[in-house]
């Protein structure tokens, strides 16, 4: 079976990561005036349009900036993601601010995007050593956060999460709510890998904790990935079969759970009983392949 085609794992671009450590790559590329760069306001991107604003480094050399990033190149355009420092200021550009959820662009954009805002974020709160608490410096074209005190060098981190679809024997699909949703918005279970633990081994340990429903270990089925920078997951995507139904919710995380089958999902859905997932959500792609089809708008 192909994996799923997931919004955010679509990319058009070259990383192009052998040019990082290139001695001032940022300021050779600053310099030309075909580098695109792309304007990163917390988890907001500069928009014109529908379209993701490419400006020219001049257009945005007057900036307070965080972080200046190498994000790869394509059709021997060099691409740039510039993070603002003040999120909350507004900048002096004539463009919108659009977040990454509700982007409707082309694949080249959207990659460019998620990666950008996955960098941006590490930035945010990683400003300082694990190891010695100095302050660290930015290098390698926004990849690397280097220590001056004790020579370190700490990376983008990514958190491995899974997301999956559990149903029984009757080919039910499992929806929950946690405490934090509105009523009627459901999805399917998710939760972090822990230290120590394989994936499959995290599907059947979540769905255990979170709805006291067992799952056999034969039935996990990988089904795709994609980056969730909210703010560094890695959402990896499964299908399972569970062997137990009772639900017995973990109160701190479930909300409600059930098991529905395709016709009240429908129902449900065309009423507005039902709020599912964004369509750039793997929860969303996993619902929808269950079901065998879009569902609602």
């Not at 257009?59 to 972080?67: K, N, P, Q, S, Y």
């Not at 082309?106 to 990666?115: F, K, N």
């Not at 129902?267 to 569902?295: M, Q």
């Amino acid at each position: 079976m192909r994996p799923l085609d997931l919004p955010f794992a679509r990319s058009a671009h070259d990383r192009a990561a052998h040019r990082r450590a290139l001695p001032g790559l940022l300021d050779d590329l600053r310099k030309e005036q075909g580098t695109r760069v792309l304007v990163v306001r917390g988890t907001r991107v500069a928009t014109v349009g529908s379209r993701v604003a490419f400006l020219a480094p001049d257009d945005v050399a007057h900036l307070a900036t965080r972080a200046l990033l190498f994000l790869g190149e394509a059709d021997g355009v060099s691409h740039l993601g510039l993070v603002l420092a003040d999120v909350e200021a507004e900048p002096d550009l004539d463009v919108e601010w659009t977040g990454l959820r509700t982007l409707d662009a082309p694949d080249l954009e959207v990659g460019l995007v998620v990666e950008a805002v996955a960098l941006a974020q590490w930035h945010a709160v990683h400003t300082h050593c694990p190891l010695c608490g100095t302050r660290t410096e930015v290098r390698q074209a926004g990849w690397v956060r280097h220590c001056p005190a004790d020579e370190s060098n700490h990376f983008p981190r990514t958190d491995p999460a899974v997301i999956m679809a559990v149903t029984d024997a009757d080919d039910r699909l499992l929806l929950a709510r946690g405490p934090q949703w509105d009523l009627g918005r459901r999805s399917v279970l998710a939760g972090f890998v822990e230290p120590g633990e394989g994936l499959e081994q995290a599907v059947a340990r979540e769905t255990s904790e979170e709805v006291g429903v067992l799952i056999d270990p034969a039935s996990i089925e990988y089904r795709g990935s994609q980056s969730w920078p909210f703010p560094a997951s890695l959402m990896l995507g499964f299908r399972a079969r569970a062997t137990t139904t009772e639900l017995t919710r973990q109160e701190d995380e479930i909300a409600e759970a059930d098991w529905f089958t395709r016709d009240q999902v429908a129902t449900a859905v065309a009423d507005g009983h039902l709020g599912l997932p964004g369509r750039s959500s793997i929860a969303r792609s996993l619902i929808e392949e269950w079901f065998g089809g879009p569902l609602g708008a």
